[in-house]
């Protein structure tokens, strides 16, 4: 039944719909591997999250609830460049990998140079009996049944549940992580059903565009990481995304009337993010706003509650859904998008 379309056109839209019960069930496991893990983070003396992907970006996302809610340090490093920091592993170095297929030939590639210096393994993963989760001392799995399509989505979310719980039992306050992620499930269904028809038509204003620009700060900046990804990997757009601070530092020079910037708009941010939001329209951008909140520096708007830590998961559905529809607007395949593999066993 996971497998199947159902009332769904394509995979990508069902998958992203499904969210409210993926999330609810990666926060679902044994309170002892929870303890665990949690154990195993506080002891370690350095502590590497890596990805690549979408699944990068859910570690970016983690180091900021890492730092913010447990008050510890962690490195993010890509897969792909986790060779780099030989130096600093030890027996007591503790790598977490975050991956969906668990086949990803650079994270499996990163695993193994790990396990030659004796570092302990946690793997987040999606594919239950993947190669990931054979070579690793600790397995959290997801639990979001198979993702058919080639995007990220379901994933994604709950990636960073599990990440958000963990960081929330670090600072031994699991219990009011699970409340959290519980009461961003219960939104879920508003969320997508008050914006469905209002981001069909967005992508209809955007479809033309040359380029998208995401702007978030704080927690929502890997959001706009990887908002940009998910737009350009399947509508084929020209998207980046990038810290609202950062817009001054160069990228400000190619804003003009014909590059629409999407804003995402936190609680926390809301004073700088919209101060930038005001920069970008007074050199002609068309502004999206993302976020509980309209403001005139906006010229269209999603609203989308806020739920501080766990902006992350609910901030993205949006993108998702403009994705989807850029996608299907432009006449591209959703779940197939050109030149991208699901599971990338290649270095
Ligand atoms: O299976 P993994 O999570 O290890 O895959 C990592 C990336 O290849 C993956 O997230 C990719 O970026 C997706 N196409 C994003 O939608």
Redesign the pocket.
């Known amino acids: 039944e996971q497998a199947k379309l159902g009332v769904f056109d394509h995979f990508m839209i069902k998958e992203i719909n499904e969210q409210k019960f993926t999330i609810k069930r990666a926060i679902e496991h044994d309170p002892h591997l929870i303890n665990n893990i949690t154990e195993m983070i506080n002891n370690a003396f350095g502590v590497f999250l890596i ?5 990068y970006y859910s570690c970016v996302s983690a180091s900021y609830l890492f730092s913010k809610v447990a008050k510890k340090h962690v490195n993010v490093i890509l897969a792909s460049e986790f060779r780099n920091y030989e130096n600093f592993l030890t027996p007591k170095t503790l790598v977490i990998a975050v ?3 668990g086949e ?1 030939a650079d ?1 499996l590639d990163a695993i193994k140079f790990a396990k030659k210096h004796y570092c302990k393994i946690v793997s987040i993963v999606n594919v239950m009996g993947s190669t990931l989760t054979r070579i690793s001392d600790l397995v959290i799995l997801m639990n979001s049944g198979p993702e058919i399509c ?3 989505t379901k ?1 994604h979310t709950s990636q960073l549940a599990i990440l958000t719980l963990l960081a929330y039992s670090c600072a031994d306050r699991l219990n009011d992580g699970k409340l959290l992620i519980q009461k961003v499930c219960d939104n879920i269904d508003n969320i997508i059903h008050d914006n469905v028809e209002k981001l069909k038509h967005l992508a209809n204003r955007l479809k033309d565009s040359r380029s998208v620009f995401l702007i978030g700060r704080d927690l929502a900046y890997p959001s706009a990481l990887e908002g940009a ?1 998910k737009i350009k ?1 399947v509508s084929y757009i020209h998207a980046e995304g990038f810290a609202g601070g950062e817009l001054k530092h160069g990228t400000i020079a190619l804003i003009d009337e014909a590059v629409p910037v999407v804003i995402f708009c936190t609680d926390m941010t809301r004073d700088l993010i919209i101060s930038n939001a005001m920069e970008v329209k007074a050199r002609g951008a068309y502004t999206i706003g993302i976020g509980s909140r309209n403001n005139e520096a906006f010229n269209y708007f999603i609203q989308v509650p806020d739920f501080g830590d766990a902006n992350p998961i609910t901030m993205i559905i949006p993108v998702q859904i403009l994705a989807y529809y850029l996608a299907l607007q432009r006449g591209s395949d959703p779940d197939r998008p050109r030149n ?1 593999a699901k ?2 066993t290649v270095k």
Request: with cysteine.
């Open positions: 990805g690549c992907g979408t699944s991956s969906q297929s990803t994270v080639v995007l990220s994933s990804l990997e991208l599971s990338v």
